[in-house]
Nanobody, 115 residues
Framework: QVQLVESGGGLVQAGGSLRLSCAAS????????MGWYRQAPGKQRELVAT???????TNYADSVKGRFTISRDNARTVYLQMNSLKPEDTAVYYC?????????WGQGTQVTVSS
């Protein structure tokens, strides 16, 4: 089992920045991919960004490229730096962990961007 705990959400004005953190605990695999997804009211959950354990490979949704940066400092912690936030970035952001055994989700953290 893997447990994920997110932090760093909140309310920010358009153009502002937030940094999300996600700490993984439990049985962490030597090969894993972690990432962030988001779900706005009335919409499906969508990928925001993912990163391999080594940090050598990242993937971003087109809507956040150039504004968001995903990073990780070890096998258990991943960050999402969000700059130039827009009202359409408002959503619950979920941390995600994947390895050969399966997929795990955090409880989510609310990000609200006011115009």
């Amino acid at each position: 089992q893997v447990q994920l705990v997110e932090s760093g959400g909140g309310l920010v004005q358009a153009g502002g920045s937030l940094r999300l953190s996600c700490a993984a605990s439990g049985s962490i695999s030597s090969a894993n991919v972690m990432g962030w997804y988001r779900q706005a009211p009335g919409k499906q959950r969508e990928l925001v960004a993912t990163i391999t354990r080594s940090g050598g490979s990242t993937n971003y949704a087109d809507s956040v490229k150039g504004r968001f940066t995903i990073s990780r400092d070890n096998a258990r912690t991943v960050y999402l730096q969000m700059n130039s936030l827009k009202p359409e970035d408002t959503a619950v952001y979920y941390c995600n962990y994947m390895d050969l055994r399966g997929t795990y989700w955090g409880q989510g953290t609310q990000v609200t961007v006011s115009s």
